[in-house]
Every structure is written in structure tokens, then in C-alpha cells.
């Protein structure tokens, strides 16, 4: 992929690749629709330059089903109708996946905090919420019957 | 659209070579400043020198006990490190409370520290602005005014320092060190920040292509008990009106010693340095709390719309000392 040097990764994917999943909300980094993950870390795209990532693993939206089947976070958000107009859904989605990895979802005050970088303005929140409980819940289950 | 280009140097001396030769060069490391204003046309570099790739972020114990935190150290793995939320927590809870997960995982540690004001009239490319174009004006001092600073300011700039990991590190008395066209240095942070003065445009005192290798913070007892306080306009997510990085050691009812540091008043990260000074030997009551902020400030220098700092501040730094003194209560 040859590619101008000013060209963040939220363009490169949407404009570029066709990968229109990550959606452009602000473009300055304060909204959080561009949520995708660089080397298994959640970022913003917008403010990612694609040249950076020379090298690096991306995954966006597109990328969390597997073999059709829909990533346990996109069905809870589907089971808890955790969006309205959707548009910051792609985000909220790959920010709550790496929520849960990372141990921050133990309750609903640090879920509120470590999500606030994903911006709902149709205010899905508790819904968002909800899914997010319902993930880490099955998650910590499935660890337990595993122990 | 002005061309751009982007290299990735692999060693730290090439980086500060390529940078040093160019003066329209920047360097690049989270990127969560620098691409921003790159793309409101605020920065306008012609050379994107990514450092990412510099072996620079790794923590390290410093002999006598500080940490040497690597510039490159992103701000969510700073704070959670164990060292720094057991021995620093002002400095770990500043950073949680900093923009956002995503953006902490991108933003360095060094980065942080050199991030540009959020002022509207800075970051909207038109307006006049003696920081982005020196000599033409400050908007904010008859504007919109209500985030601006109340402290360290002048005719030229109000625009408030953004950071809050910086409030504590002033606290802390860290020290960055750097390296650059001239070698390396040691810069007290407190020295690291200029105030606006007559020459707005100049926030620190890097030279170009002058690199930011680590921040190194002293062994330092009192700061164990160290917590940031951070006052906003929403719960998450934004910068802070008033924020207060504080640590106390009382010994039988006196102040014995005291770091008191503000955020979201000062054109640089302000350490309250009046109001330590009359705090040390003073009993440690909520009087005597209240005549410190007084002191601290009173040569606050208010606008239109930002007067209601003063009192937010005052208050704020009651709060932050009398948790502090109740071992980091909030």
C-alpha cells in the first residue's frame, strides 16, 4: 500500500482499503468512533498515521467476527439494544472488548469511566452498559467452569 | 495542501540528527498533539520524524531510590506501574484521570509533557494569537475566556497549560532529561516550562531537535501519600478546571512538609510555592489550609469569565490537602 504521509489510519482503512466499519465521528480525538486496536491495544485511528503502522497489526470492526459468527460483544450489543443511529457502535464495540481484557469492567462507576473516551450522543449508555455486564459475566463464568 | 514527508529513525542519535538539520522537522510520538494540529493547520512541519521505535520507554530504578520513567513510556502503563502508584499515586491518579484509554495508550509519557495549549483561539487557525503568530493579538483576554489561566499570566497569553501528569511531576520536583544537537541535560521540570512573558510562542526550553529522553523523579517519602484532585466540567474526559496534585506529612499535629501543586489556573504546570511556605511548621488544620489557597491566590489575575477559579481553586486545595492528610480520602 503506498501511501501519502499525512494520511491517518481512519482514512487509509475507509478510503483505501474499503473498510468502512471504523467510522469518522470528530477527527480530532474526542469522540472515539474510530476506536480500533494497534498491536492488541485499543487507539484512535484519526489520530494514528497510517504510515506509522508499518508493520503493526490492525483490527478493526470487520475483523472481530469469526467465521461469520458475530463476536459475543456484537451480540450483546444486539441483546441489549446498546445503540440507537449506530454510528459510534463500531467503537464502543472494540473499545468494550479491550475494556474487559483489561480489567477495568468490574463495576458500572469503572465501566463509565474507562468507556468515557466513546462518545454516545444518542445516550445508549445504560443499554452499552448492560451488554458490557452481560460479556464480562459470561466471560468470568466460562473461567470458572474452566478452573 | 503543503507536502509532508515521514521518516522512522532507528537509533536516538540519527533522530536528533535529521530534526536538528531541519528546522520545519518535528518529531513524532503518540502523535495525539501532533497529528491534531498538523491537521488543523496549526503545525505545519514538512518532516514527521516518528521516534516510536527509539528504545526509550523503558522505567528504571534509579540508584538512591527515583524512578527514571522513559519518554516513550506510554501515559496508561505509567500509571499503572507498580512503582508509581505505590510511591507516586498523585502522579498514577493524574494520568488515569488524563483524556481517555484510547488516547492514553497512545500518548507518551514525553509527549505529554510538550503537548500545546487547548486554547480555542490557538487552535482555530484564524483568530489572533500571539502563541501561533506572534504579535497579533490575544483573543481570549476580551473572549471567550472561561477555561484560561488566572495565574502566571501576561498581556500576551492567558492560554492555560493542559497537562496534568506535569502538575504532579511539579510537584515532585522531576527532573527531564534530555539530549539534543548540544548533548545531553538535566532541566528541573519547574524550569522546563516558560511563562508566556513577552514571548508567548516559546512554551519550553527544548531547542529544536533537543529530545526528551526521560523524566527522572526523586526518591521522595512524602509523596507515598500523594493524590491528584481533578475539577471539570464533566466527570471524564476533559481538562480540568481546577486541579490540585497535594502530599502532606504531619507529625504531631504540625506540618512537617508539604508539596501543593495546580492545574487548569496556571500558564504553566503551577507549583504553589506560597502556600508551602506558609504551610511548613504551620498546624495542619483546614484554617490554615484556607490562608495558604488565600495567599496562593491572590495575585490570581482574572478575566470576564474566569473569576470563579479563584474560589474553585481556594476550595480545591483545602480539599486536596485535608485528604491528603487523611491518607488520600477523596
Redesign the interface.
Known amino acids: 500500500m503506498d501511501i501519502?504521509?499525512?494520511v491517518?489510519l481512519l482514512d487509509a482503512l475507509r478510503e483505501h482499503l474499503g473498510l468502512t466499519g471504523s467510522k469518522k465521528g470528530c477527527?480530532?480525538?474526542t469522540c472515539?468512533a474510530c476506536?480500533v486496536w494497534v498491536d492488541g491495544?485499543?487507539?484512535?485511528a484519526c489520530?494514528?498515521?497510517a504510515?506509522?503502522c508499518?508493520g503493526r497489526e490492525v483490527t478493526t470492526i470487520e475483523g472481530l467476527a469469526s467465521d461469520g459468527d458475530l463476536h459475543p460483544m456484537q451480540r450483546a450489543f444486539i441483546a441489549h439494544d446498546g445503540f440507537q443511529c449506530g454510528y459510534c457502535t463500531p467503537g464502543q464495540i472494540m473499545?468494550a472488548v479491550?475494556?474487559i481484557e483489561?480489567g477495568?469492567a468490574s463495576t458500572d462507576e469503572d465501566i463509565?469511566?474507562?468507556m468515557?473516551?466513546?462518545i454516545c450522543r444518542c445516550a445508549a449508555y445504560p443499554n452499552i452498559r448492560a451488554a458490557i455486564r452481560q460479556v464480562r459475566d459470561e466471560a468470568k463464568a466460562d473461567e470458572d467452569a474452566a478452573a | 495542501?503543503r507536502p509532508?514527508?515521514?521518516t522512522?529513525p532507528q537509533s536516538v542519535n540519527d533522530a536528533i540528527a535529521i530534526v536538528s538539520a531541519n528546522p520545519s522537522s518535528s518529531f513524532?510520538a503518540g502523535?495525539?498533539t501532533e497529528?491534531?494540529l498538523?491537521?488543523?493547520g496549526v503545525a505545519h512541519p514538512d518532516l514527521?520524524v516518528?521516534i516510536?521505535e527509539l528504545p526509550l520507554a523503558e522505567l528504571e530504578e534509579m540508584p538512591g531510590g527515583g524512578l527514571r520513567i522513559g519518554a516513550l513510556a506510554r501515559m496508561s502503563d505509567v500509571a499503572r506501574a507498580q512503582s508509581v502508584m505505590e510511591r507516586y499515586p498523585a502522579m498514577s491518579e493524574a494520568l488515569l484521570l488524563g483524556?481517555?484509554?484510547?488516547?492514553r495508550?497512545?500518548a507518551s509519557i514525553g509527549g505529554n509533557l510538550r503537548q500545546r495549549v487547548r486554547c480555542p483561539y490557538f487552535r482555530d487557525n484564524v483568530s489572533p494569537c500571539n502563541k501561533r503568530e506572534p504579535g497579533t493579538g490575544c483573543s481570549a483576554l476580551e473572549g471567550l475566556n472561561r477555561g484560561h489561566a488566572i495565574l502566571g499570566t501576561s498581556e500576551h497569553c492567558i492560554a492555560t497549560h493542559p497537562s496534568d501528569v506535569a502538575v504532579a511531576l511539579v510537584a515532585f520536583d522531576a527532573v527531564v532529561r534530555t539530549v539534543g544537537p548540544s548533548g545531553p541535560r538535566e532541566i528541573a521540570i519547574e524550569d522546563f516550562y516558560l511563562l508566556p512573558g513577552d514571548t508567548p510562542e516559546a512554551e519550553h526550553q527544548l531547542e529544536h531537535g533537543e529530545l526528551i529522553a526521560a523524566i527522572e523523579l526523586p526518591p521522595l517519602e512524602v509523596a507515598r501519600g500523594s493524590l491528584y484532585l481533578k475539577v471539570r466540567d464533566r466527570?471524564?474526559?476533559e481538562f480540568a478546571l481546577v486541579s490540585v496534585a497535594a502530599a502532606l506529612e504531619v507529625r504531631e499535629g504540625v506540618i512537617a512538609d508539604v508539596r501543593l501543586a495546580l492545574g487548569g489556573v496556571g500558564t504553566k504546570p503551577w507549583r504553589a510555592r506560597r502556600a508551602e511556605a506558609e504551610l511548613v511548621g504551620a498546624p495542619a488544620t483546614a484554617a490554615e489550609f484556607a490562608s495558604a489557597a488565600a495567599l496562593e491566590l491572590e495575585p490570581a489575575d482574572v478575566r470576564e469569565h474566569n473569576a470563579f477559579k479563584v474560589e474553585l481553586a481556594k476550595r480545591a486545595i483545602v480539599r486536596g490537602l485535608t485528604s491528603a492528610m487523611s491518607g488520600g480520602a477523596r
Open positions: 501519502e504521509p499525512r491517518s477527527d480530532q480525538g472515539g476506536t491495544r485499543r487507539v484512535l489520530l494514528t498515521l504510515a506509522s508499518e473499545s479491550k475494556l483489561e477495568n463509565a469511566e474507562f468515557s473516551g466513546n | 495542501m509532508l514527508s515521514y522512522r513524532l502523535g495525539t497529528v491534531d498538523v491537521r488543523l514527521l516518528d516510536n483524556a481517555s484509554e484510547q488516547l495508550n497512545m466527570q471524564s474526559y
